[in-house]
């Protein structure tokens, strides 16, 4: 829950800490006797230490002057952003025993071009589209010449399997996006929501790097178009079962044509499969078997696996089989329906490999296609079959030594998704409806075990417990959830299973278990917060409220409400995002959940306060602090009476300054005693704005200065950068320009490590407005642009505004009249559509200056 905000001066940027906020502490939900357990935090919400920073400020060596230069579409500074601490290197591992295609890989050299600089002299985007039909070795060889490849791209290389083929839903391209652009360092709070705001971030991230992209098994150009750079420097292979006509006119994508191997290659690739497991195997024999394969890759090498187990088994008899199981594949086929030899090919090998398994081994790998995504875990595999850990890994290497699977990762495995659909269609044929079921149910309930054990491992505040669905298997059998011992591998954990995660509450909802399907969403809420895009659970968590509704279930529905009103002011979507909290105030409220109540009505108020509902902020806020003393919780009592200091400060009637200072300072004190040193530091940094706005600019600094102490002493960044750029404000204030601009340097550092680009904004605001009194207005004009954007693209109208009217009394400084006037139109525009005082204020002073003589540079 977002516990406090804050106004800077002119302009008001709330502290969103997470989904759920940052105390925490333990109460009981009565309505199912449970203990509702929130843990104190004792750090923020820091970035991972190889985290990309972006130092977009500088300054001579001692000078402490920041400094900005010319202005050509953004504000650009005279220190380069540094490079990346790390670049993405996403290739899967080279594929084993790759043979052949000398002819292919030419083709696809031939698009490198110039080698020293690896671009083409035409200088438009380089695609490679990798078509052929099913099993024939598109991905194989789109990775094998990748890795060969891949040193003529330094700035890394992307891969993404789009899963176009698999039974299971594509993979969303705007998550597609949103991960490249995480993989290429950009900070989580400039990832905008939605596909083609991303996709025209990712042009602008990749338009000055070299960049290899893989794009696996798209299903047709739609999937593709929005993930391609605008760069010629970048390469992009795509493989597809279709010929996309439309990306080869359009785009000039250059085809490559994956055919079917032929005999004497089909041979050459059984005998680098067998080499030292077999030898003198009839030539005749080799050429029988490849025929059987219809000289498809995929079947090439589970038959060549096969043999090579059974070095003893003459040819033969493995050609006796096959065919005998070509047979079978023949009387079940449908007449009339022609199938493609080599499809039938494909069939006929992954049965008669499938016949093959010791029957624990069969079972598992029916059971395996049930799993609700194409990726799966040891220990996922074990909850599904309902045996353990250690069994099930050797049931996979068993599977992936007769390439059945493929390894993808340490203890990850995948299926082809060929072989994913045929083990689906064996578990729907030979395991019994409601064995299927308990299966299914295994899984999901370990996932969502798990991701609770992730959440409270992973994240300072876990949040309100929940009556998790039971963890066990058939007869009671134990399922164990995997267990977290500090909050990185927790993490990780997370980030390697959040599209499982998010296909199970699908899955769930689909199969009529609407408690998992609405607490898979509700545990993974800390996790989530400052880690992903806002829109990444939206569908997930929008299904979740439709699974509890469909049930009943009012405790689901009021903590998935919650949750998606997070989600929606994280998006700045408030009026969406004030319909879903307060359906959940009411929900809790029916259930006479307390706790509940506070959380919807301090979320609530926030969401009011960013829509400058002042009087309503103030009421919610005073609801869940009424609520929070029934609770007996002083740490909930400090910050909700902190936050009624907030709203008061925001609101900006000057007789409201007394009353939020009395409730800042009282906020204050009540957090220091109950060991929260960053609510404290929070609370006396919105106490420093009043004493600045009351014209107490010593009691200001030394309140701030404080802050600052507090903070830095418990580790936290965020809060640091909050006090930073309040003293920029305050030695603002006093004239100490210069001063001011050190401060500022220093916050707008800290901001993008926690994500935070919005405040990074404000501190460019005030930056500009520092430039301004030291005469500096060219620079003034450069920050003031700067922060527009990012309020803009945020939808931030309020910031927007009051940055509109800096940046026009820093056109007129500068000489530029005309633009300075369409700046204050805009301004005045967009102020229009708040009420109350302060925006009457701010709009009378912008017509003010309008009026006000032009003052002359110094």
Not at 142 to 167: E, S
Not at 370 to 388: D, N, Q
């Amino acid at each position: 829950m977002v516990i406090a905000s804050e106004e800077w001066g002119d302009q008001p940027v709330g502290i969103v800490l997470g989904s759920q906020g940052r105390c925490a502490r333990r109460f009981r939900r009565r309505r199912t006797g449970a203990d509702v357990t929130r843990r104190p935090s004792h750090h923020d919400d820091d970035a991972e230490p190889d985290s990309k920073v972006r130092n977009t400020f500088s300054a001579p060596t001692g000078s402490g002057v920041v400094q900005a230069r010319d202005i050509g579409g953004g504000v650009h500074f005279h220190t380069p952003a540094p490079a990346p601490l790390r670049r993405p290197a996403q290739l899967p591992g080279e594929p084993r025993g790759f043979v052949n295609r000398t002819d292919e890989v030419r083709l696809l050299d031939s698009l490198l071009g110039n080698a020293s600089t690896g671009a083409p002299d035409h200088g438009v985007l380089r695609i490679a589209l990798v078509v052929g039909t099913p099993g024939a070795g598109k991905s194989s060889l789109a990775v094998h010449w990748a890795h060969r490849v891949r040193n003529h791209f330094p700035d890394g290389q992307l891969y993404v399997n789009l899963h176009g083929y698999d039974p299971g839903p594509r993979v969303a391209t705007s998550d597609v996006l949103g991960r490249f652009l995480r993989a290429l360092d950009v900070p989580l709070d400039r990832i905008p929501a939605g596909e083609e705001p991303r996709a025209e971030l990712f042009r602008s991230v990749t338009a000055e790097q070299r960049v290899l992209i893989v794009l696996d098994n798209a299903a047709g150009v739609g999937d593709v178009r929005p993930l391609l750079p605008g760069s010629p420097n970048c390469l992009v292979t795509i493989t597809s079962r279709t010929r996309m006509s439309g990306l080869v006119i359009r785009e000039g994508a250059h085809r490559v044509s994956v055919e079917t191997l032929s005999p004497a290659e089909s041979v050459r690739l059984l005998r680098t499969v067998i080499a030292g497991h077999r030898t003198g195997d009839d030539e005749s024999d080799l050429v029988e078997l490849a025929r059987l394969c219809a000289g498809l890759p995929l079947a090439l090498r589970i038959v060549a696996e096969r043999a090579a187990a059974r070095p003893h088994m003459p040819l033969r008899d493995l050609i006796t089989e096959l065919r005998d199981e070509s047979g079978l594949w023949d009387a079940l086929s449908v007449p009339g329906e022609g199938a493609a030899d080599e499809a039938d090919a494909v069939r006929t090998v992954f049965a008669w490999s499938y016949r093959a398994l010791s029957p624990p081994v069969a079972r598992v790998f029916r059971l395996l296609g049930l799993h609700p995504g194409p990726e799966f875990s040891v220990e996922a595999a074990a909850a599904l079959t309902a045996t353990t850990p250690v069994r099930a890994r050797r049931y996979l290497d068993v599977l992936t030594g007769a390439h059945l699977l493929e390894e993808c990762g340490h203890d990850r495995y995948q299926f082809h998704d060929l072989l994913r659909a045929f083990a689906t269609d064996q578990a729907r044929h030979w395991e019994p409806e409601d064995g299927r079921r308990e299966a299914l149910r295994r899984v999901l309930v370990w996932y969502l075990h798990s991701a609770a054990a992730a959440a409270r491992t992973g994240s300072a505040a876990y949040g309100m417990a929940l009556d998790l669905e039971p963890l066990s298997g058939p007869r009671d059998e134990p399922v164990e959830a995997v267990e977290f011992h500090e909050a990185k591998a927790a993490i990780a954990w997370y980030e390697a299973e959040r599209d499982n995660l998010i296909s199970s509450v699908r899955v769930a909802d689909s199969h009529g278990m609407h408690g998992i399907a609405w607490q898979i969403p509700a545990t993974v809420t800390m996790l989530i917060a400052d880690r992903e895009p806002a829109d990444t659970w939206l569908p997930a968590q929008r299904q979740a409220l439709s699974s509890a509704h469909s049930v009943g279930d009012r405790y689901g529905e009021a903590i998935t409400l919650d949750n998606l009103g997070i989600a929606f002011r994280h998006l700045y979507r408030l009026d969406e995002a004030d319909a879903c909290f307060s359906a959940a105030l009411a929900a809790f409220r029916e259930l006479g959940d307390t706790f509940g109540q506070a959380k919807a009505a301090n979320g609530l108020g926030v969401v009011r306060l960013f829509a400058h509902r002042f009087e309503e902020a103030a009421s919610c806020f005073e609801q869940a602090l009424e609520q929070a003393v029934q609770l007996d919780d002083p740490v909930y009592v400090g910050a909700f009476t902190r936050n009624l200091g907030w709203v008061l400060l925001e609101h900006g009637a000057p007789e409201g300054l007394g009353r939020a200072e009395e409730l800042l300072n009282r906020s204050a004190t009540v957090l220091a005693a109950t060991n929260e040193p960053l609510e404290q530091a929070e609370a006396l940094t919105l106490l420093a704005a009043v004493h600045r706005r009351a014209g107490r600019h010593t009691s200001a600094q030394e309140t701030a200065e404080r802050a600052l102490a507090i903070a830095g002493t418990a580790d936290g960044k965020l809060f640091e950068g909050l006090a930073l750029l309040e003293l920029g404000r305050i030695l603002l204030a006093r004239g100490k320009g210069t001063e001011a601009l050190g401060c500022l340097q220093q916050a707008a550092v800290l901001f993008p490590r926690v994500g935070r680009l919005d405040l990074q904004a404000a501190a460019w605001g005030v930056t500009g407005e520092a430039y301004l009194s030291l005469g500096r207005a060219e620079d003034a004009v450069a920050f003031h642009r700067q922060a527009i954007a990012v309020f803009h693209a945020k939808g931030d109208q309020w910031s927007q505004a009051l940055s509109l009217a800096h940046l026009a009394t820093a056109l007129t400084r500068q000489g530029s009249s005309d633009e300075a006037g369409e700046r204050r139109r805009e301004a005045l525009g967009l102020l229009r559509s708040f009420p109350g005082p302060a925006a009457r204020a701010r709009r009378s002073d912008i017509e003010a200056q309008a009026q006000a003589p032009r003052r002359p540079l110094t």
